[in-house]
């Protein structure tokens, strides 16, 4: 079982992918595009064993990251039996979300949308735009402080 884990820069991949694996594997940063390659690691929950692997070269189509890079994501989708597609709550929707959205519509029986950064309940969150990407599966979590992770990985580890 492969999950992998695609959106645009900064919208919280890596904070995801550290909270999933329990461990700092990948590097968090305010600066967008700093995992530039794939990273993988085993990951556990109830019991269930799965590979979880971050990205950051998907979308970022400019100068610093190779299309290599995006390449070797787009192989992936192909492969993964899951695709965590994670968007900024606190940002809200931006034409970046929309193009990677356009991107997956080909796997979207097996994309499941991750609004992050919904830390709190008073985040003046506009979930409504969100569902106009048209993903059927839509979860909330805060990765950072670990809310909606759980329910999350309940799902992910459904069909083990
Ligand atoms: P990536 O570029 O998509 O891998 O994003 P990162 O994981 O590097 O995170 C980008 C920034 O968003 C960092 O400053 C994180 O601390 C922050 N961040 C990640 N998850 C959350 C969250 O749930 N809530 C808030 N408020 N910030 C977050
Ligand atoms: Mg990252």
Request: a positive charge; aromatic letters at 8%.
């Amino acid at each position: 079982m492969k999950v992998i884990i695609v959106g645009r820069p900064n919208v919280g991949k890596s904070t995801l992918f550290n909270r999933i694996i329990k461990k700092r594997l990948s590097i968090v940063h305010d600066m967008p595009g700093v995992t530039r390659d794939v990273i993988e690691s085993q990951a556990q929950w109830q019991g269930k064993s799965f590979t979880v692997m971050d990205t950051g070269g998907v979308i970022e189509s400019g100068d610093y990251i190779s299309q290599e890079v995006r390449k070797k994501v787009i192989q992936h989708l192909e492969k993964v039996d899951l695709i965590l597609f994670v968007v900024d709550a606190k940002e809200g929707l931006t034409a970046q979300d929309q193009e990677i959205a356009k991107l997956l519509y080909p796997y979207k029986h097996k994309t499941i949308l991750v609004v992050n950064k919904v830390d709190n309940k008073k985040s003046n969150l506009n979930a409504y735009d969100f569902y106009t990407l048209g993903f059927d599966e839509v979860y909330f979590v805060s990765a950072q402080h670990g809310k909606g992770v759980a329910e999350l990985l309940d799902r992910i580890v459904r069909d083990i």
